[in-house]
């Protein structure tokens, strides 16, 4: 009787997290967390028209202003970003460490007229899959946090760094998960979780553990697990990888004084150009 309990929460559960998803806590479970049915979602989750709007050329502009050409766009998602910097004339290499996510960035990028660049890589073997230096590095979405023991998350930046040019570029972000673990979480979605309709909060929190929900207007919902990166602890992982300068955004700039920001933006430099 167990057995084919077992094999019932495997068909219902699909992200397979187990019979106590709070003790999933490694790096490579995200495999199964982005299952095909939650890819499909994951556009109606962010809006592309929704986030263009609310993030405008913000991350166009950083690499503009810094000269940059050629971009990784190492956490690719379903390619917003990464179709978004090749329209505005940038030579765009598109990974993820989701091969479903690759082939709906792929899928979305076709139908906006463009071929992308694409390649599976794991930040922590970064440069093994992907070859090549870079102008500039992205990693967006809140997608460093499926790191969950440091050793990942150094490895990972240390491979951020090894592939820019010497006067590279890393942008990385994630949640203001110094709000929510102090419980000031707000679900407003100003950014980035643009979707009508659908709610993206957390269900459980601790400094170890930030297990967020998702549900869907058609009742549908999914799960993810992440590691609640602190502000400040980034920015010292950060420089503790070799970068000379870091600046710190909330929400783009765009976060008015005593708000807190629902996102950190964080810009770091390989070369400090005086």
């Known amino acids: 009787m167990a057995e084919e309990t077992d094999a019932r929460e495997r068909i219902v559960d699909p992200q397979e997290f187990g019979h106590d998803p709070l003790k999933v ?45 050629t971009v990784l ?115 407003k979605r100003k950014y980035y979780y643009c979707g009508e309709d659908v709610v993206a909060e957390p269900e459980h929190v601790d400094e170890g553990l930030a297990r967020f929900r998702y549900a869907f207007p058609d009742g549908s919902e999914y799960k993810l697990n992440m590691f609640p990166l602190r502000k400040a602890y980034v920015d010292e992982l950060i420089m503790n990888a070799g970068f000379e300068r870091v600046t710190t955004y909330a929400d783009f700039g765009q976060t008015a004084p005593g708000e807190e920001p629902n996102f950190f933006i964080h810009v770091a430099e390989k070369t400090v150009n005086e």
């Open 73 to 187: 766009d190492a956490a690719a998602g379903t390619g917003f970003h990464s179709v978004s910097l090749l329209e505005a004339g940038f030579d765009v290499t598109t990974g993820d460490g989701s091969a479903e996510m690759l082939v709906k960035a792929f899928e979305n990028a076709k139908q906006r007229g463009h071929v992308l660049k694409t390649v599976q890589a794991d930040w922590r073997w970064l440069n093994r899959d992907i070859k090549g230096k870079f102008d500039a590095v992205l990693c967006l979405g809140n997608s460093f946090t499926h790191l969950f023991n440091e050793k990942d998350r150094r490895r990972a930046l240390a491979e951020f760094y090894a592939a820019l040019n010497y006067d590279g570029v890393l942008i990385l972000d994630h949640r203001n998960y110094d709000a929510i673990l102090d419980d000031k979480f707000s679900t």
């Open 25 to 69: 806590r490694e790096t490579d479970h995200y495999q199964a967390e982005y299952f095909q049915s939650f890819v499909e979602k994951w556009d109606e989750l962010i809006d592309w028209d929704g986030r263009a709007e609310s993030e405008g050329e913000f991350f166009i502009k950083l690499l503009r202003d810094r000269g940059k050409k």
